[in-house]
């Protein structure tokens, strides 16, 4: 069975840092386009990250340069580092698998549990 | 970047069709996406490349796209359809993904 299974999450303080990992089984991270989403508390999806076969890596504005995702092959799972969270980071993180649709129209078919990170003093 | 709207709540009887409506410039030369979501769960693609659907999708559910607006269309809605429905297209600059603000579909 496909899946993507999210741990790590938790409490963490304004200014900290966490790692969110996903462990895929049935897909291989290496050749598997992924994304990951995270939605705040009452509040609708948010693009986070891309992740592509290969080296590119695409970031959304609000997290750019605090966030990093990297893809650990032997192990078949993702990481996502986050650094310096501010409050408005609380969210439910997943990670997804992104399939290509019609005229490269990316769309996500399998969706992680999610992992709820919440950021506070 | 490219925005999408969608209104916040649709209300339906059950028996009845729901059509819950996604609008962006020229959205009908996208690719659109539904996904439903219910409370505590991860989304659930329901509609991909406008119209097809996935596998274990029930029939019901169909897609269609022209000019500025997307319709995700619930035929004979029963109780277990009501959920948050989100569209989402990719911004053509970046491949990036970008999700509607999402429709609270409530079954009377």
């Known amino acids: 069975e496909e899946q993507m299974v999210e741990s790590g999450g938790g409490l963490v303080h304004p200014g900290g840092s966490l790692r969110i990992s996903c462990a895929a089984s049935?897909?291989?991270?290496?050749?598997?386009?992924f994304s990951w989403v995270r939605q705040a508390p009452g509040k609708g999806l948010d693009w986070v990250s891309d992740?592509?076969?290969?080296?590119?890596?695409d970031y959304a504005d609000s997290v750019k340069g605090r966030f990093t995702v990297s893809r650990h092959k032997s192990n078949n799972t993702l990481f996502l580092q986050m650094t310096s969270l501010r409050n408005e980071d609380t969210a439910v993180y997943y990670c997804?698998?992104?399939?290509?649709?019609?005229?490269?129209?990316?769309?996500?078919?399998?969706w992680g549990r999610g992992s709820l990170v919440t950021v506070s003093a | 970047s490219y925005v999408v709207t969608q209104p916040p709540s649709v209300s339906v009887a059950p028996g009845q069709t729901a059509r819950i409506t996604c609008g962006g410039h020229?959205?009908?030369?996208?690719?659109v996406h539904w996904y439903q979501q219910k409370p505590g769960q991860a989304p659930v693609l329901v509609v991909y490349?406008?119209?097809a659907r996935p596998s274990g999708i029930p029939e019901r559910f169909s897609g269609s796209s022209s000019g500025n607006t997307a319709t995700l269309t619930i035929s004979r809605v029963e109780a277990g359809d009501e959920a948050d429905y989100y569209c989402?297209?990719?911004?053509?600059?970046?491949?990036?993904?970008?999700f509607g603000p999402g429709t609270k579909v409530t079954v009377l």
């Open positions: 490349d406008d119209t």
């Open positions: 020229n959205i009908g030369h996208k690719g």
């Open positions: 992740v592509y076969i290969g080296s590119r890596i």
């Open positions: 049935g897909i291989s991270v290496k050749s598997n386009y």
């Open positions: 997804a698998r992104r399939r290509i649709g019609v005229d490269r129209a990316f769309y996500i078919d399998l």
């Open positions: 989402q297209v990719c911004d053509s600059d970046n491949d990036h993904l970008v």
